[in-house]
């Protein structure tokens, strides 16, 4: 038994942790926060909360508040420049997936020169390596979804392209991570199922990606329990604080996840999809196209004794085959509602279909290298022709 395992972040998890940043050592005098242009953040109080214990720490902070929830590249570099203009020392991303992948985008391009495309890998990009450390960068997570507050990813779009494009290193991971189920429950309900799916996705294609390994398995496994066990709960009841925690949880371990293994081609397809419909959630997305993306995964024996292990965890204990996690897999849909997501009322078109597969390749490819067998455009297509609604 061999790994190399690397996740330097600090974590602090519980509820009224964000309360708590304040008695950690932060990494400079001068902060950017980088938030969405949404409003929940203000609304609710937490960038308040953020603020007031920087200035009782005696630093000063900015606010960067363009981020869309498809991050774009333009802001990223925008964000970058102000950093540089600024002196800014690090960064803190406050909110979803959005924000937080962002805020280490935004980390990169302050301390390197050109367009943040020139160090991105696949599709465009140029792939270049990233010649200055990014800024450290804090995480503290308003949603439970991507898992981004524990591992070095984030997803950027180049829209005058439709590229949607992950990149990351280990100087990305975030130094301190706070994630407080807490500020979790004014999440609407179908943005928590959607951001559990996400969270679960990540977990189930860590577990069946080709280099999966003991770490990576401990983290996939317990959160695809807490998720089968708590997300409907949490989706019901937004104030169920002990769910809450246990879909923050997973999320959490299921950034873990993405840390040690990573994520498969299901991935890229909701991606190619996003690219070219920003208002298709990303969670959504993954909905769209999940039962006869595990179908598809369960129709090779490969795949069997995995879906086994991973139907049990979901709670399905008597799992027998394969298609057993794909039947728990749409009993959590249906129970948290969302088993009947729409693609043509995102525009999406049936006859359309082939740009989405074309794109998934070409701009993550690299995802379909990890996939425990080989996934051919050919089903790719009949996976989003079978999936369209």
């Known amino acids: 038994m061999n790994f190399n395992y690397y996740i330097p972040t600090r974590i602090v998890f519980g509820k009224g942790s964000l309360k708590e940043l304040k008695n950690y050592n932060l990494p400079g005098k001068k902060a950017l926060i980088v938030t969405t242009n949404g409003t929940s953040v203000v609304k609710y109080g937490y960038l308040k909360t953020v603020t007031d214990q920087l200035d009782d720490l005696g630093i000063e902070h900015h606010l960067f508040n363009k981020i869309l929830p498809n991050p774009i590249k333009e802001h990223v570099d925008e964000g970058g420049e102000y950093c540089k203009e600024n002196g800014i020392d690090f960064v803190i991303g406050l909110g979803g997936g959005s924000a937080i992948d962002a805020s280490k985008a935004i980390a990169i391009m302050a301390t390197n020169p050109g367009d943040y495309w020139d160090y991105v890998g696949g599709g465009s990009g140029k792939g270049m390596p990233v010649p200055n450390d990014p800024l450290p960068i804090v995480a503290i997570t308003t949603t439970a979804g991507t898992g981004t507050e524990a591992d070095p990813w984030t997803v950027t779009t180049k829209v005058d392209t439709n590229e949607k494009i992950g990149f990351g290193y280990d100087k990305t991971f975030p ?7 807490e500020i979790m429950v004014s999440v609407p309900k179908h943005l928590t199922a959607y951001q559990g799916f996400d969270a679960l996705f990540h977990s189930s294609e860590g577990y069946l990606n080709t280099t999966s390994y003991v770490m990576s398995d401990m983290y996939a496994l317990k959160a695809i329990e807490l998720i089968g066990k708590s997300l409907a709960k949490a989706v019901a009841e937004g104030t169920d604080i002990d769910a809450r925690g246990d879909v923050a949880l997973a999320n959490t371990l299921a950034g873990m996840v993405e840390s040690t293994s990573g994520c498969t081609s299901e991935h890229s397809i909701a991606h190619a999809i ?3 419909h920003s208002n298709f959630e990303h969670g959504a997305a993954l909905i769209a196209i999940s039962k006869e993306y595990y179908t598809h995964m369960a129709s ?3 795949c069997e004794e995995r879906m086994i292990t991973m ?4 709670g399905k204990c008597d799992a ?7 039947s728990a897999l749409v009993e959590l849909q249906v129970a948290c509602g969302v088993d009947n997501i729409e693609m043509s009322s995102y525009g999406m078109k049936k006859e359309e279909l082939n740009q989405y597969v074309v794109n998934a390749r070409d701009t993550m490819g690299g995802l379909y290298t990890v996939d425990p067998f080989e996934v051919t455009d050919k089903a790719v297509l009949e996976i989003l022709e079978k999936s369209y609604k």
């Open 274 to 276: 996003s690219a070219f």
């Open 320 to 326: 027998t085959c394969a298609m057993d996690f794909v």
């Open 300 to 302: 090779n024996p490969v």
């Open 175 to 181: 130094v301190l991570a706070i994630v407080d189920p």
């Open 311 to 314: 139907a049990k965890a979901l």
